[in-house]
Every structure is written in C-alpha cells, then in structure tokens.
Nanobody, 117 residues
Framework: QVRLVESGGGLVQAGGSLRLSCAAS????????MGWFRQTPGKEREFVASISRSENTLYADSVKGRFTISRDNAKNTVYLQMNSLKPEDTAVYYCAARTLGGEYGTWGQGTQVTVSS
C-alpha cells in the first residue's frame, strides 16, 4: 500500500505562486494515477487535477491555465504548481492515488494553502 505525504503549503498573497509536493513510499509509484484535491470547511472535497501513468493530465475548470500537475517517477513524487493564486484557492490540499480503473483509495494528510487578498 502506497503512503503519501504532502508538503509545500503556506500563506501567499493573491497573484502569488506555490508548489505543492506529494512524496510516495511503500508502493510502485509509476503504477498509480495521481490526483490533487482540495477541501474547505463545510464543503465537500473537490477535484483539482490528475496525472496518469503516461502523464496525461486533467484539470478542474477553476484552475485550468493557472495550475500545473506533474510527476517525477524517479523521485516518487507528484507536484502541483499553483500560479496566479486567488483567495478562493484557499483550502487544505490533498494528494491521492488510484490504480487504473480504480477509485482514489489512498490519501495524504493534507497541506494548508491560504491565499490572502
């Protein structure tokens, strides 16, 4: 079972950038589809971006053109580069893993991103 640990969150002003990292251990990282999700209090967790084993990417409309997901299989790490951040991007960000055809069943502990106006 893969284990995921996120890092890179913090406080940034609107218009700024952050890069989140998610380090995986205990599994064959290259087998997994990796995703980023986010959640704010009182709301359901929402999809942000995903990257397949062949590096095909998907993005939520709300982040398209501002966020970039990437992966480094040699480092067992997935990244989320977030540019032009907005206050509405404030959330706890989680990375998650799933096998092809499966559901996201492994989650990290989350990292807080706060964007001030």
């Amino acid at each position: 079972q893969v284990r995921l640990v996120e890092s890179g969150g913090g406080l940034v002003q609107a218009g700024g950038s952050l890069r989140l990292s998610c380090a995986a251990s205990g599994g064959t990282f290259s087998r997994y589809v990796m995703g980023w999700f986010r959640q704010t209090p009182g709301k359901e967790r929402e999809f942000v971006a995903s990257i397949s084993r062949s590096e095909n990417t998907l993005y939520a409309d709300s982040v398209k053109g501002r966020f970039t997901i990437s992966r480094d299989n040699a480092k067992n790490t997935v990244y989320l580069q977030m540019n032009s951040l907005k206050p509405e991007d404030t959330a706890v960000y989680y990375c998650a893993a799933r096998t092809l055809g499966g559901e996201y069943g492994t989650w990290g502990q989350g990292t807080q991103v706060t964007v001030s106006s």
